[in-house]
Nanobody, 123 residues
Framework: QVLLVESGGGAVQAGDSLRLSCAAS????????MGWFRQAPGKEREFVSA????????LYADSVKGRFAISRDNAKNTVYLQMNSLKPEDTAVYYC????????????????WGQGTQVTVSS
């Protein structure tokens, strides 16, 4: 069993920055990639970014390219999402997820999920 715990969310103003963290514990050896997804009220959960554990390959949604940066610390089993130039449309619950199937934008390939952390950006 794997436990993913997100932290770092909060309420900020447009243009501010936040860094989200996702700490993984338990049976993490078989994970190939970690991803961040978000879900705004009344909307489907959408892909934000992902990173491979080993090679450092990354993916980003077009809406966050150039503003968000994903990174990982293998020694700490932790993935980070640095979010800069935040916009009101970034407001959502952000979820961390782990994939044994490889890096992907497809949320169905992520088998373990955290509980989420709220990010609220006001104009």
């Amino acid at each position: 069993q794997v436990l993913l715990v997100e932290s770092g969310g909060g309420a900020v103003q447009a243009g501010d920055s936040l860094r989200l963290s996702c700490a993984a514990s338990g049976r993490t050896l078989n994970f190939l990639a970690m991803g961040w997804f978000r879900q705004a009220p009344g909307k489907e959960r959408e892909f934000v970014s992902a990173i491979t554990w080993g090679g450092g390959r990354t993916l980003y949604a077009d809406s966050v390219k150039g503003r968000f940066a994903i990174s990982r610390d293998n020694a700490k089993n932790t993935v980070y999402l640095q979010m800069n130039s935040l916009k009101p449309e970034d407001t959502a619950v952000y979820y961390c997820a782990a994939s044994r199937a490889g890096i992907s934008e497809n949320r169905s390939l992520y088998s373990s999920w955290g509980q989420g952390t709220q990010v609220t950006v006001s104009s």
